[in-house]
């Protein structure tokens, strides 16, 4: 989240320096999330998901770049360092045992035995011929 957020600020940033296509790219940047956040308000469920904001990843990278380009290179080492140690604790997270998927059949059926109530079904999708 911090990781995400301090990029888009420095897009914003960029869209300052974005000259003839400022309206352009400021619009790619700020509709998608916009729009995501109105119909999620007033929709029966939220459609506030990660994977719809990947609309907006070229027009970030390409305004960060903008910024990049136009600082001294120390500078820019600085922000990639910055990036690197913002993403580190993120990448082990995800990398470690709890950031993995893992189903534990005996548990799950432990629980859910415990709360059955009479004409209640459990439904369990079988992956192993997948």
């Known amino acids: 989240m911090v990781l995400g957020g301090a990029l888009f600020a420095v897009g914003l940033v960029g869209v300052k320096r974005a000259g003839r296509v400022r309206g ?46 136009s ?19 993120m990448h ?3 990398r470690s045992e709890a950031g993995h998927y893992s189903f534990n059949g005996p548990a799950v059926a432990g629980y859910a035995s415990s709360r059955l109530q009479p004409g209640d079904v459990a439904l369990f999708a079988d992956r192993s011929s997948a």
Do not use: T
């Open 24 to 69: 352009l790219v400021a619009a790619w940047l700020l509709v998608p999330p916009v729009l995501l956040y109105c119909i999620s308000m007033f929709a029966s469920q939220s459609y506030w998901v990660a994977r719809y904001m990947y609309f907006v990843l070229p027009v970030l990278v390409l305004l960060v770049a903008l910024v990049l380009a």
């Open 71 to 89: 600082m001294d290179i120390r500078y820019s080492a600085i922000f990639f360092v910055a990036l690197v140690l913002l993403a580190v604790p």
């Open 92 to 94: 082990a997270a995800i």
